[in-house]
Each structure stands twice: as structure tokens, then as C-alpha cells.
């Protein structure tokens, strides 16, 4: 089945700063992908839509100046977080449909983001 | 995106078919019902996917009434590795998968 990555697996940054994830499929292309965030014990929470070649489509809630998305291209999605706060330490998720009708989605591996 | 409503945990012994029934009474008629496992810090991963009445594959069942209103997610003689939280999804079939709203899950628990 198509192959959904996402890089780093896990990263411990300082109060301040940026950090940047990113998500490639591996053996097909993805005009878009979508992130999600992951409190513990919680449920996954929608926070993006990435669109390769436009804007990112934001849901309600989200800053979209905090949470930086790029889709550059048909393989590549990026979320930066930017001057992150111990509060953003989360499970991020990108996913990626297969490209056919009502069918699943792929899924990444998820980024553990502990902010310190 | 029709809301969906599981039971929030459930436990069962290896070996035992476990039944998870989600509920979805705002289903729409473009709507599938999609179901996922996650195992603690990894993404979700495709379990099966159905419109209506009983599809198959080589890991679950999924049943589906005439009604659609609920569905049935089956797992034959489970084992100590199936215990994760299973997700119930219900979106239109001509949007992307992907854009997918979330509900809080089961936890099944599988004892020894």
C-alpha cells in the first residue's frame, strides 16, 4: 500500500524557537495532505489542509501565522511550528488520500514535539 | 461530516471476537464509514471501509444495516497486538479521504 512519511520522528526543542516537520509520500503524489494534532489520551484533532501549489486552508482555531504549512510539492508537505511554547507540545499527524474515491487514507508515522 | 458516537473503552481475551458498534444517525447518502486503529504514538492505520450491507478483508468485517445508521466493526480471535484504539470515521465519498473528523474512539483491550 502507499507509504505516508513523516520526519522527525521525535524532537525536543527550547521555548522560542522554530520547528519543522515534514511529511512525504513516498510511492504516489498527494495534491493534498492534511495535519493533525494529538493531545495525550485524546483524540486526533484536524488542524490543516495543505494545498500543493496554493494556501494552506486553516480550520477554526488554528493560527495559521503559528502553524506554517507548505506543500511545495506533489510529494512534500512541511508544518512549521513557529516560536513554539511548551503548550504546542503535541503528536503531529500528516495524512494523504491514495488518490482514488472513497477509499482510505494514508497516514504518517506521527512527530512527537515536546517543547522545553 | 456526520458525528459518530462509540463506546469509550472495551476489554476482551485473546482468541474472542470482539464487536464494536458505531453509531452515525446523520449519515449522508454520499457518506462511507471508514474505520481506523491506532496504536499509542503511531498515525492511524485503514482497517476497512464499507457502504452498506457486509464487507469482508483479510483482518475485519464490517457490518452495515439497511438503515446505515450504526455499523458493526469485527475482529475475529483477537490477540494481545490488536489492543489500540479504533476509530469510526463517516465522510462523503467524493471528497479526499484524509479530511477526516475524528471521534474520541474504543480502546479495546485485549487480556491474556
Known amino acids: 500500500g502507499a507509504v505516508v512519511s513523516q520526519h522527525p520522528s521525535w524532537v525536543i526543542c527550547k521555548s522560542g524557537t522554530s520547528v519543522k516537520i515534514e511529511c512525504r509520500s513516498l510511492?504516489?503524489?498527494?495534491?493534498?495532505m492534511f495535519w493533525y494534532r494529538q493531545f495525550p489520551k485524546q483524540s486526533l484533532m484536524l488542524m490543516a489542509t495543505?494545498?500543493?501549489?496554493?494556501?494552506?486552508?486553516?480550520e477554526q482555531g488554528v493560527e495559521k501565522d503559528k502553524f506554517l504549512i507548505n506543500h511545495a510539492s506533489l510529494t512534500l508537505s512541511t508544518l512549521t511550528v513557529t516560536s513554539a511554547h511548551p503548550e504546542d507540545s503535541s503528536f503531529y499527524i500528516c495524512?494523504?488520500?491514495?488518490?482514488?474515491?472513497?477509499?482510505?487514507?494514508?497516514f504518517g508515522q506521527g512527530t512527537r514535539l515536546t517543547v522545553v | 461530516l456526520a458525528k459518530t458516537t462509540q463506546p469509550i473503552s472495551m476489554d476482551s481475551y485473546e482468541g474472542q471476537e470482539v464487536n464494536i458498534t458505531c453509531s452515525h444517525n446523520?449519515?449522508?447518502?454520499?457518506?462511507?464509514i471508514t474505520w481506523y486503529q491506532q496504536f499509542p504514538s503511531q498515525g492511524p492505520r485503514f482497517i476497512i471501509q464499507?457502504?452498506?450491507t457486509k464487507v469482508t478483508n483479510e483482518v475485519a468485517s464490517l457490518f452495515i444495516p439497511a438503515d446505515r445508521k450504526s455499523s458493526t466493526l469485527s475482529l475475529p480471535r483477537v490477540s494481545l497486538s490488536d489492543t489500540a484504539v479504533y476509530y469510526c470515521?463517516?465522510?462523503?465519498?467524493?471528497?479526499?479521504?484524509?479530511?477526516?473528523?475524528f471521534g474520541d474512539g474504543t480502546t479495546l483491550t485485549v487480556k491474556p
Open positions: 464499507g457502504y452498506k
Open positions: 495543505s494545498n500543493e501549489g496554493s494556501k494552506a486552508t486553516y
Open positions: 470515521l463517516v465522510g462523503d465519498a467524493n471528497t479526499n479521504a484524509g479530511k477526516s473528523t
Open positions: 446523520n449519515i449522508a447518502t454520499n457518506d462511507y
Open positions: 510511492d504516489f503524489q498527494a495534491t493534498t
Open positions: 495524512s494523504a488520500p491514495s488518490g482514488r474515491l472513497h477509499t482510505e487514507a494514508f
